[in-house]
């Protein structure tokens, strides 16, 4: 499966953008989507997740209420919708997959497949 992931760039605080991500699979709805971000020198942390099994979404404590999560089964993209983004939400983010991820490793880095990454900057 291979993600491309686009819609970064530069935004103020308090500004939106739309993360999104398309992958290459016929069997799309079968995969959890996830999107995780990183800065240098630091893990790939976790922000949100949509499952495959009816889209329960799952967010980072620091995306609850400013991002949203959501996915097109028919056009294979999955989206995140980050508003009110404040600078410490400037990082690469990078959207991930994975087959009928179990719920307990939603959150958990170890997905099978990795987009490229796009570059949000937020400034002051």
């Known amino acids: 499966v291979q993600l491309q992931a686009s819609g970064g760039g530069l935004v103020q605080a308090g500004g939106s953008l739309r993360l999104s991500c398309v992958a290459s699979?016929?069997?799309?709805?079968?995969?959890?989507m996830a999107w995780f971000r990183q800065t240098p020198g630091n893990e790939r942390e976790f922000v949100a997740a949509i499952r495959y099994n009816g889209g329960t979404t799952v967010y980072a404590d620091s995306a609850k209420g400013r991002f949203a999560i959501s996915r097109d089964n028919a056009k294979n993209t999955v989206y995140l919708q980050m508003n009110s983004l404040k600078t410490e939400d400037t990082a690469v983010y990078y959207c991930?997959?994975?087959?009928?991820?179990?719920?307990?490793?939603?959150?958990?880095?170890?997905?099978?497949?990795w987009g490229q990454g796009t570059l949000v900057t937020v400034s002051s």
């Open positions: 699979t016929r069997t799309f709805r079968d995969y959890t």
């Open positions: 991930a997959a994975d087959r009928w991820r179990i719920l307990s490793r939603t959150s958990d880095p170890s997905y099978n497949y």
